[in-house]
T-cell receptor
């Protein structure tokens, strides 16, 4: 079983739609959680961190459920520019810079 | 731009050959990590260098090795290349221990094709 699992998609949605991505992680020692965005043939970039209380950044809302080991990302009012692969990422406790990435969920926003 | 530069951007090798990939970290960043991203997969951690020493390694065989130089730039070496080594190799830098923001600054990667 992979340490971080995501639905690979693709999710094809019309502009303006709301779309949600889910992710589960298997290692209960995971301490920090993030969503990264990766455009086609480009490097991953941090989209947002995910906190237990949930957090929002504009049209993006991230949620964490530690009991269920489940992370989500909600994108409201999708834009064409949101088309990318969204990577769910976890980091274990104890410091260190090792991030464990999911396979990513591909989003295509269409006119 | 992240300020992390990698070279070469693309290269083609044959099975059994050796390859060296290079990375210059962002100014002020003393920690470099290397990741392998196969097609359709997320990046996988290879190893990390801090102050010229390896201080963390993923599930990669010893034929994957690296170096970090006094200026914090880094190299990834892969010996005895196999077809499955075909991937995008990403270098990421950070200022020491990863901050809670989880932000690694990635270079654009070196795309290796093994024939």
């Amino acid at each position: 079983r992979k340490e971080v699992e995501q639905d690979p998609g693709p999710f094809n949605v019309p502009e303006g739609a709301t779309v949600a991505f889910n992710c589960t992680y298997s290692n209960s020692a995971s301490q920090s959680f993030f969503w990264y965005r990766q455009d086609c043939r480009k490097e991953p970039k941090l989209l947002m961190s995910v906190y237990s209380s949930g957090n929002e950044d504009g049209r993006f809302t991230a949620q964490l459920n530690r009991a269920s080991q489940y992370i989500s990302l909600l994108i409201r009012d999708s834009k064409l520019s949101d088309s990318a692969t969204y990577l769910c990422v976890v980091r274990r406790g104890g410091g260190g810079n090792k991030l464990t990435f999911g396979t990513g969920t591909q989003l295509k926003v269409e006119l | 731009e992240t300020g992390v530069t990698q070279s070469p951007t693309h290269l083609i090798k044959t099975r059994g050959q050796q390859v060296t990939l290079r990375c210059s970290s962002q100014s002020g960043h003393n920690t470099v990590s290397w990741y392998q991203q196969a097609l359709g997969q997320g990046p996988q951690f290879i190893f990390q260098y801090y102050r010229e020493e390896e201080n963390g390694r993923g599930n990669f065989p010893p034929r994957f090795s690296g170096l970090q130089f006094p200026n914090y730039s880094s190299e990834l070496n892969v010996n005895a290349l196999e077809l499955d080594d075909s991937a995008l190799y990403l270098c990421a830098s950070s200022p020491g221990t990863l901050p809670n923001t989880g932000e690694l600054f990635f270079g654009e990667g070196s795309r290796l094709t093994v024939l």
